[in-house]
């Protein structure tokens, strides 16, 4: 195969429609169906069920929709990493949630930058749920990330921080002058849905509160009485006075994680993995 036909497929596969697909790629649509019947002939199955109306993935189209992104994320990551390692200068990608323990990065990185011949580390601001991509792409070399809500799978990883969950809400909301709530107390409040987040895929878990995409969307939301989130403690830092942070009791504990690809022999990863460890 070939990962020009792979980046073909998964565009229709993505878009299930060659015309969109087409004008993604930027070529012409009757290229792109010769290059997926091409492809099809190939590995002698039927990838896509097409009629005048739809076209849909078969149970071997979903297949290799999932291993070509694999794929096409590794030859990616294989020419931005052989790039940086030809760069006369020693520096390294690190991606993190923008809104994130700003303080536990802060830490990492000045502590990072006192050791001996230390990479320069570039931070790179990322939406939720996105680490994991931009380690796979090669767009980041490391990520702090959270266990239990990212994907870790693929990644070593070496923890940082362990915190409580709190509930964020309005401060004008009658549970916001409690000193702890449950869970169970934020499931009888149907004035008040609980904010979700995408999953590992980009859906969302069926429910009455609304999607969110960013903190700054989130933060509107809650500060208007649209809804309230479940987030880590140290969200406190980015709060307004329109918010209000309870502890809950029988959440989960959140821990914060340095991960990056399992396969890696970066010395400038290693080097801020021995800080990570050290924190």
Known sequence: METR?????????????????AERLGIAQPPLSRAIQQLERRLGVTLLERDRRSVTLTGAGRVLLDEARVILDATAAAARRTRRAASSTKRL????????????????????????????????????????????????????????????????????????????????????????????????VPDLPVARWPRHDGTYEPGPGPEIHDLSQLAQLIALGHTLAVLCASSRSWLWSAHAAVPLTDASHVTTVLAWPAHSRSRAVAGLVRTAARL
């Open 93 to 188: 990608t690190l991606a993190t949630k923008a809104g994130s323990n700003h303080e536990l990065l802060r830490k990492l990185l000045d502590a990072h930058a006192t050791e001996p011949e230390a990479a320069e580390i570039d931070v790179l601001l990322c939406g939720m749920g996105e680490q994991a991509r931009m380690l796979r792409d090669g767009r980041a070399d490391a990520a702090l990330m959270q266990r239990p809500f990212d994907a870790l799978a693929g990644f070593d990883t070496e923890d940082l921080l362990t915190e409580q969950q709190v509930a964020i809400l309005p401060a004008g909301h009658p549970l916001a002058a409690r000193t702890a709530l449950t869970l169970a107390d934020l499931s009888d």
């Open 5 to 21: 036909e792979l980046r073909y497929f998964v565009a229709v596969a993505e878009e299930l429609h060659f015309s969109r697909a």
